[in-house]
């Protein structure tokens, strides 16, 4: 059964820090793995999707890159707004249309 | 109308009632979601449909029924719940590739938090 974790659980960083959000998942016969957004009581914003044959993703002050061998992800955030302020979530799609979500990063930026 | 719309947004309920969620995109997409999200727990995916058909039931209680009468509305009818169903029921769709059970990116609705008394 496949398993994705997310480290830190939660991160506190002063504005224009730049910052890392990891992401790690059990079974490497994905699809594509997707990095979300989600503010307090709201639905997931999606941020950034790399395919299984891809290593990065870029958008604006974003960058994920994927190493499925290893089962791992990050989710970079260059020079980080009060903004980003949210929690940060990563997903890896199975067969069967199958989105498995990890518990997510609350990431604070404090201006 | 764009993206992926649900209603209502809040709803509160005893358990002997029946009510039921709804779900509407306007992506032109043909793979629709049913997740919930209880608090600190990850997404759990309910069911998913393909071109209108259920490919996937993840173990969801029968309390909890799906209707996906087109590929642009989905909805989860509810009846008998119980208080640790109360959470936020989120609604997505992609576009799934026919006779592929594999899809791209996934679009979310803001949800539907639902209180069980």
């Known amino acids: 059964k496949q398993e994705v974790t997310q480290i830190p659980a939660a991160l506190s960083v002063p504005e224009g820090e730049n910052l890392v959000l990891n992401c790690s998942f059990t079974?490497?016969?994905?699809?594509?793995l997707q990095w979300f957004r989600q503010d307090p009581g709201k639905g997931l914003t999606s941020l950034l999707l790399i395919q299984s044959s891809q290593r990065e993703q870029t958008s604006g002050r974003l960058n994920a890159s994927l190493d499925k061998s290893s089962g791992r992800s990050t989710l970079y955030i260059a020079a980080s707004q009060p903004g980003d302020s949210a929690t940060y979530l990563c997903?890896?799609?199975?067969?069967?249309?199958?989105?498995?979500f990890g518990a997510g990063t609350i990431l604070r930026v404090k201006s | 109308e764009t993206g992926v719309t649900q209603t209502p947004r809040h709803l509160v309920m005893g358990m002997t009632n029946k009510k039921s969620l709804k779900c509407e995109q306007h992506l032109g997409h043909n793979a629709m979601y049913w997740y919930k999200q209880s608090a600190k727990k990850p997404l759990e995916l309910m069911f998913v449909y393909n071109f209108k058909e259920q490919t996937e039931n993840n173990s969801v209680p029968s309390r909890f029924s799906p209707e996906c009468p087109n590929s642009s509305h989905l909805f989860l009818h509810l009846h008998t719940l119980q208080p640790e169903d109360s959470a936020l029921y989120l609604c997505a769709s992609s576009q799934g590739l026919a006779g592929e059970l594999r899809t791209g990116e996934l679009f979310f609705g803001e949800g539907s938090r639902l209180t069980v008394l």
């Open positions: 997903a890896v799609m199975e067969y069967g249309n199958k989105l498995v």
């Open positions: 079974d490497s016969a994905i699809y594509n």
